[in-house]
């Protein structure tokens, strides 16, 4: 298949990876916010209904995974899934930001929950089918990093987009949000969702008009191996028995717990511990982004005649000791009175956070880069034991643990916030002081300690360089 793909047809296929970017940054910076200090949702319903929607999400992306696997159309295996998916996408986004009819707690909890439901579902309908075309349109080793490379680049381009002009634009002080309270005028959340939800078209016909050409070069469903929930079973717990997708199962599964307890809380930190305004940051997402699309680049470059597991590990683990360093800085000053970090709102703090950054941003872009590319080599790595292709169950298989433990760690940070007073969406800086410098000591120790847990299961992956081209061989894939 690769003689058949040109560099800008893969390129033009991986900006698909737009919407993942848009999403991550909705979920992860946006919603929790604007539920529970603009719109006043208690933390815990908030939570509970991200939780709830997130372990729906995670059961539903391997049966869409194994249904796209057998699909049998004149589109081919993935394309029906992907665009079906993306105008539900479009208007669920936009819907979601939009002024509520009431305030009460039980219309915002079923508005969350219904609207968040549809947007994993179909996200769960574009992306596990879409990804799934990776491994189909390259075999090469290192070619499936270029793939994973600009991917990335894409989904950050697309999630520095939309978080810098909602920053510059959409988040502008008025007489009523001045300074750092301009995080909580509701006009901008509206236009952000507007813009988000048209990005993601835009970003998810590319991907799919890129890769229509293709369709009859890829690889075709078997006639009887039509989709049955017993059929699946069994075929997921054959997957089970390949070490290396066990191995990211355990370590998607610490992510998607680190990701659950820190899922939405970034702007509460800008906001309350840094004390920063949207004007202040605005830049951050530019120049961060663009260390990320470095680091991404980079991943492609020194991975060459690499192993991938080797560097992914030691990206990790560089990242694992710097993330945290100006928290746990910050937190000494109040223990020892000595002040070993700047001030807020000083320019040397300025400039410490940005270029912490986008190191931070840099290296977590190179590791995510190859465990994308990792998992596409399980693929074949199963093949030769099974007899199937089985894209669609391996790349939404560490999904399903990320997402359910994903689920729980929202539901736990909204009990956590609770217990430290986030239920009062009117208080002062000083008022809030007290209970953000909690939730910063309880997720800088938390988010570390399940870091380093994902990185000790990634020693355990066993596809070499050596025993990837074997497989092709075996299978006759080889493409050079």
């Not at 919407?19 to 208690?42: D, H, K, P």
């Amino acid at each position: 298949m690769t003689k058949f793909v040109s560099n800008l047809s893969l390129i033009l296929y991986s900006s698909g990876s737009g919407v993942i970017g848009i999403n991550a940054v909705i979920f992860g910076t946006w919603v929790l916010i604007f539920y529970n200090q603009v719109l006043g949702l208690n933390p815990i319903l908030a939570s509970l209904a991200l939780g709830i929607a997130l372990v729906v999400d995670a059961i539903s992306d391997p049966l869409i995974g194994a249904w796209s696997d057998r699909f049998r159309s004149k589109w081919g295996r993935r394309h029906p899934f992907i665009y079906s998916s993306i105008l539900p996408l479009c208007v669920s986004f936009y819907l979601l930001f939009t002024e509520p009819n009431s305030y009460s707690q039980s219309y915002l909890f079923w508005k969350l929950l219904i609207l968040v439901l549809i947007i994993r579902i179909s996200l769960t309908f574009y992306e596990i089918p879409r990804a799934s075309l990776g491994p189909e349109l390259t075999k090469d080793y290192d070619k499936r990093n270029f793939v994973n490379g600009w991917a990335y680049v894409a989904a950050v381009v697309a999630g520095t987009t939309v978080t810098f002009v909602m920053y510059s634009y959409f988040l502008t002080e008025t007489e009523e949000f001045t300074g750092n309270k301009a995080f909580l005028n509701p006009d901008g959340y509206k236009y952000f969702g507007l813009l988000s939800g048209f990005l993601i078209v835009v970003f998810g016909l590319i991907s799919a008009l890129s890769t229509h050409r293709f369709i009859p070069y890829l690889h075709k469903a078997e006639s009887q191996a039509s989709f049955s929930i017993n059929n699946f079973l069994k075929e997921l717990f054959e997957c089970f028995s390949n070490r290396s997708w066990l191995v990211m199962l355990l370590a998607g599964g610490f992510y998607g717990l680190n990701i659950g307890i820190t899922s939405g809380t970034s702007t509460y930190i800008n906001t309350y511990f840094w004390e920063w305004t949207p004007s202040t940051i605005s830049l951050f997402p530019v120049i961060a982004g663009a260390a990320t699309i470095v680091g991404a680049i980079l991943a492609i470059v020194i991975t060459a005649g690499r192993e991938k597991k080797n560097i992914a590990v030691t990206v990790f683990s560089l990242g694992l000791i710097i993330d945290p360093l100006p928290i746990w800085l910050r937190l000494l000053d109040g223990i020892f009175f000595i002040d070993f970090f700047p001030l807020n709102g000083t320019d040397s703090l300025w400039w410490i956070m940005i270029i912490h950054t986008s190191i931070v941003d840099a290296l977590r872009a190179m590791g995510f880069v190859l465990v994308i590319s990792m998992i596409y080599d399980i693929v074949e790595d199963s093949q030769i034991n099974t007899g199937r292709r089985d894209e669609g169950v391996f790349m939404s298989g560490p999904n399903l643990i990320q997402k359910i433990l994903s689920g729980f760690g929202i539901f736990l940070l909204g009990i956590v916030m609770q217990l430290f007073g986030f239920d009062n969406t009117n208080m002062s800086q000083t008022e809030i002081a007290q209970p953000i410098r909690g939730l910063v000591i309880f997720q800088s120790i938390i988010g570390p300690i399940l870091s380093l847990a994902g990185i000790f299961c990634l020693l355990f992956y066993n596809i070499t360089r050596e025993k990837f081209h074997r497989a092709i061989d075996d299978l006759g894939y080889r493409d050079n």
